[in-house]
């Protein structure tokens, strides 16, 4: 009996799928600490957590809408083209509140663009987000031809992003851990939750028992269009200068956060927490590697292999964690 | 029956009506949003006819000069660079403008994204509409070889631009002329002002230095950065500049210059090969009180840039002029196809160094040309 | 018999067409409280169609039904489902990958506090969830493990359990032992025994005769979309049944063996 119990005890934390990126925190930064114990140090987390905020916040959109079942190639553009639509309304002498609440819409318009063709037009929405991805890149090309959009203005209220706290520390980070747990908490301990998690699972099976379908993955689309809207936002405010390819590639390092949180290609499982925690290691490992004075040319290679070693760990442990569960 | 009807066929009417609508409302809020904030297209639009086709993944601009006058000749410039890059907006700038001058029909084709296939794609397109010249990019030398080769046999002459056929003369593709910088000694001029600059004033070479590199494994910019490490070299510096993967995304590349700055403290010099390396690297400096103690070195130059310049964070940028390299090998054409004068085999357009003394005719280069 | 003369549900001349195939022909049908039924026919025979009318997910194009006596028409799933009809599907009545007490009440959770503010209630949802595991015999009765892990028979009953605990009077199981050992099978058919002790109604749909001959109190027999057997399981063998659904036999021989 005896050793019996000690073996659940000792497998209680498998049951939850973080635990796979929580190991590797842990585990990276007892390595970087060795290496150079410059890591310890506030400075150095706050640079993580700030460098995590943006790639972060657009993981807690994409892994909730993943967890739903869909994919939203299309944020790294909409992270381009909300910022951008905010930079020129300010420019042209709207206020702060009509230019935030334009570049959060535009990123709402096109979650609600991305679930119109998916749902309605039936086209899986790695292909309708893709689509979208490329439009949205296009039309920022053409109206900038390439230029970067400078924000002309003095706009105090920008600080609400991205203005340091505390030494290093933004306030971007405590966006992204606000976000990252309103989120969390909406996925674990609300019934649109619940929703979500076996819309993500099996559809039929949610459709069958009277679940919107349609409805729980629009609301999907639209939170991880908005998420990228506010990390352009973030990003912008604290640069004061938008790129026409900024954003590019962060789609696809959102979906490789979501799934070394924890997250399936296929839906249905998943945490917005380990996806949040996820862009956490990344950033964590980008530093380290730095501080560590690896050379830089092998951050990328070894994002590759982390994020196999993840899911292997995640898929295995999984198993494990449901059997003794 | 509805039900039955709609498994039946691929798309329903809704379906489609759903699809359609979505569509036209992007491009409706992009042509207005086109409309709005779009440059100047021509520097002189009142008597400029200016014609700008855009097509899926690729930008031809069409500039022919007076209203009613035929242009004399047709040229297509072909390059690698396209919209996404503002590098190449002077560039196209100085091409279209050029044609104006001497009233010829300047093609300018660049693609969206880097891509030789594209390129090779284009210039056999363009040999078919058989223009007078050719301008073109040599950007992978293998890849334009045979092409090339047979457009030069057609009676078509080209001139290469911004980045030659690197073999030696006799083995190369026999373009007329180059006109352009050469990458390597851009990076390389730069280090030797730098070190020249820190001999100056502080009697030694810089305690440490690394490189911002925002595109790995560009060439151009690789070529850059192995000018600026053999420099270092060739003055005996006990370290060589490190390159550091900084990325085209502005918070990453900021973050991560920072750690590398906790990392090594004793850095003095960040070299960075465009504008993407050197705006972070500028507020890096300025957001951690290091102005004076820390400089930033770059290639390429825009407004932020002089701007670095005149309040001493930045102590040098090389520009390779590329309003120069759109205009001068329209130019050279011209001449060539007008009354037989060959080019020069290489038509240098940089690396000029630009320091605070010479801020004055930048500014306004930047001013008329947009960039440099 | 009392359930014989106010049935729980009545079909009366149920016709469904799909553009120009008949699916089902003027078909009667009924159930009495307690009662099991097993509805079976070859493929394409119509089981389904007329489970899915029942249920409310399709509209019949003619005909009637009665429930309780009284005469309802189903929009949708919902609408059945308010009356007290469930209909549980092999392979898609849970999620798998979500836990039982997340599965039991999906869609109809419990929860606490006001307004947008509503948080589940999860300790009361593994309360119950315990409760009906135990009431189904599993003995495992951990309400947070993966749907996932659990057998076959276990998921099935589970979804059984999870109609009746909410107020299902009818409940329609399509294919409910394909795909399961026999120790599942017997678990599953002896819980349905169970349910009909307690008054619930159950319509049995399978191709297995041996499986619903052994639980149900009538058969219903369908053949193209036409009802060609309704007798009371006593009276005919399952191989009478199969020899009918394999037209082997004509019904009206089994029904002449009947009289005789």
């Given at each position: 009996m005896a050793p019996s119990q000690l073996k659940r005890l000792l497998l209680i934390p498998l049951k939850y799928r973080e635990v796979g990126v929580v190991t590797s925190i842990i585990v990276f930064a007892g390595i970087f600490y060795y290496l150079n114990e410059q890591f310890a140090s506030p400075d150095t987390l706050a640079s993580i957590a700030t460098l995590a905020a943006e790639l972060g916040i657009i993981a807690v959109g994409v892994s909730f809408l993943m967890i739903a079942g869909e994919f939203d190639l299309s944020v790294g553009a909409v992270f381009a083209a909300s910022s951008m639509l905010a930079v020129w309304m300010l420019n042209?002498?709207?206020?702060?509140?009509?230019?935030?609440?334009?570049?959060?819409?535009?990123?709402?318009?096109?979650?609600?663009?991305?679930?119109?063709?998916?749902?309605?037009?039936?086209?899986?929405?790695?292909?309708?987000?893709?689509?979208?991805?490329?439009?949205?890149?296009?039309?920022?090309?053409?109206?900038?031809?390439?230029?970067?959009?400078?924000?002309?203005?003095?706009?105090?209220?920008?600080?609400?992003?991205?203005?340091?706290?505390?030494?290093?520390?933004?306030?971007?980070?405590?966006?992204?851990?606000?976000?990252?747990?309103?989120?969390?908490?909406?996925?674990?301990?609300?019934?649109?939750?619940?929703?979500?998690?076996?819309?993500?699972?099996?559809?039929?099976?949610?459709?069958?028992?009277?679940?919107?379908?349609?409805?729980?993955?629009?609301?999907?689309?639209?939170?991880?269009?908005?998420?990228?809207?506010?990390?352009?936002?973030?990003?912008?405010?604290?640069?004061?200068?938008?790129?026409?390819?900024?954003?590019?590639?962060?789609?696809?390092?959102?979906?490789?956060?979501a799934v070394i949180g924890g997250c399936s290609l296929t839906g249905g499982v998943g945490t917005v927490a380990g996806a949040a925690l996820a862009a956490f290691l990344v950033s964590e490992i980008r530093t380290g590697l730095i501080l560590a004075g690896a050379p830089a040319y092998w951050y990328i290679g070894f994002m590759g292999f982390l994020l196999i070693v993840v899911g292997i760990i995640n898929l295995r442990v999984g198993k494990v964690g449901v059997r003794y569960g | 029956m509805p039900r039955r009807s709609r498994k039946g066929q691929a798309f329903t009417s809704t379906q489609i009506i759903a699809v359609i609508v979505v569509g036209i409302v992007a491009l409706a809020v992009g042509f207005y949003a086109g409309r709005a904030t779009a440059p100047e297209a021509a520097p002189a639009a009142g008597e400029a006819v200016t014609v700008t086709e855009t097509v899926t993944s690729t930008v031809t601009t069409t500039v022919t000069m007076g209203e009613k006058r035929e242009p004399e000749f047709t040229f297509y410039y072909i390059s690698h660079g396209g919209p996404a890059d503002p590098w190449w907006g002077p560039v196209i700038k100085g091409a279209e403008l050029a044609g104006q001058m001497l009233g010829v029909k300047v093609v300018y084709q660049g693609p969206e994204k880097f891509s030789i296939k594209w390129l090779v794609d284009a210039l056999q397109a363009a040999s078919a509409a058989k223009p007078d010249g050719i301008i073109i990019t040599i950007t992978d030398y293998k890849a334009l070889d045979e092409p090339l080769r047979k457009v030069i046999a057609q009676g078509i002459p080209v001139i290469a631009v911004n980045v030659p056929d690197p073999r030696p003369p006799d083995e190369r593709i026999p373009y007329l002329g180059y006109v352009g910088q050469d990458e390597y000694q851009a990076g390389y001029k730069l280090a030797e002002y730098v070190i020249k600059w820190f001999k100056e004033k502080y009697g030694r070479l810089p305690k440490n230095a690394f490189i911002g590199i925002h595109e790995v494994g560009h060439v151009g910019l690789e070529l850059r950065a192995k000018g600026i490490q053999d420099a270092f070299r060739d003055a005996g510096a006990p370290y060589v500049p490190e390159k550091l993967d900084i990325t085209t995304d502005i918070t990453k590349a900021y973050e991560t210059m920072k750690s590398y700055l906790r990392a090594n403290p004793d850095v003095e010099v960040i070299f960075t090969l465009g504008p993407l390396g050197a705006h972070p690297a500028m507020q890096l400096i300025r957001d951690e009180g290091l102005v004076g103690k820390v400089y930033v070195a770059t290639v390429d130059l825009d407004d932020q840039i002089l701007q670095g310049i005149k309040d001493g964070v930045v102590i040098a940028a090389v520009s390779q002029q590329p309003f120069a390299q759109g205009f001068l090998p329209v130019v050279y054409m011209y001449l060539y196809v007008k009354y037989g004068i060959v080019p020069p085999d290489h038509v240098p357009t940089g690396p000029t160094i630009i320091t605070k003394e010479l801020l004055g005719v930048v500014e306004k280069q930047i001013q008329t040309t947009g960039g440099a | 018999m009392a359930s014989r003369e106010t049935p729980l549900l009545e079909l009366r001349g149920i016709t469904k067409r799909y553009g120009p195939v008949v699916a089902l022909h003027k078909v009667d049908f009924s159930i009495g409280r307690g009662e099991v039924v097993g509805l079976v026919g070859d493929n394409g025979a119509g089981k389904s169609t007329l489970a899915k009318i029942i249920v409310g997910y399709h509209q019949p194009d003619e005909g009637e039904m009665y429930f309780e006596g009284r005469k309802v028409r189903f929009r949708s799933p919902a609408d059945a489902r308010k009356m007290g009809i469930e209909i549980v599907y092999q392979d898609m009545a849970l999620v798998p990958y979500m836990s039982v007490y997340r599965n039991i009440f999906l869609r109809r959770e419990i929860t606490r506090g006001v307004g947008p503010f509503r948080v589940l209630d999860k300790e009361r949802m593994r309360r119950v969830a315990v409760k009906l595991l135990e009431e189904i015999g599993i003995k495992r009765r951990d309400p947070d493990v993966e749907v996932g892990v659990l057998s076959g028979g276990e998921r099935q009953s589970i979804a059984i359990a999870r109609a009746v605990y909410f107020g299902a009077k009818l409940v329609i199981l399509d294919e409910p032992t394909s795909a399961l050992s026999v120790k599942e099978t017997e678990k599953v058919l002896g819980y349905v025994s169970q349910l009909k002790e307690k008054g619930i109604s159950i319509i049995l749909i399978s191709h297995n005769i041996y499986h619903v001959y052994s639980v149900a109190d009538r058969i219903v027999v369908l053949d193209h979309g036409r009802k060609v057997l309704d007798v009371e399981r006593n009276l005919v063998t399952p191989e009478d049944i199969i020899e009918v659904i394999a037209h082997r036999k004509s019904p009206e021989e089994v029904v002449r063996k009947l009289k005789a």
């Open positions: 042209n002498g709207y206020s702060f509140p009509e230019a935030v609440i334009a570049a959060l819409g535009l990123g709402a318009a096109v979650g609600l663009a991305n679930a119109a063709v998916t749902l309605i037009g039936r086209i899986p929405s790695f292909i309708a987000t893709l689509g979208m991805m490329w439009m949205i890149r296009g039309v920022l090309l053409a109206i900038t031809k390439g230029f970067p959009m400078r924000l002309e203005v003095e706009v105090p209220e920008l600080s609400i992003f991205s203005a340091p706290i505390a030494g290093d520390l933004r306030v971007s980070a405590v966006w992204f851990l606000a976000l990252a747990g309103v989120f969390h908490f909406i996925l674990v301990s609300t019934a649109f939750g619940n929703w979500i998690q076996a819309v993500g699972g099996s559809p039929a099976t949610a459709r069958a028992l009277g679940v919107n379908v349609n409805l729980v993955k629009t609301v999907g689309f639209v939170v991880s269009g908005m998420s990228a809207a506010l990390a352009g936002l973030i990003a912008m405010s604290r640069f004061k200068v938008v790129e026409p390819v900024a954003g590019v590639g962060l789609e696809l390092e959102a979906i490789a956060s | - | -």
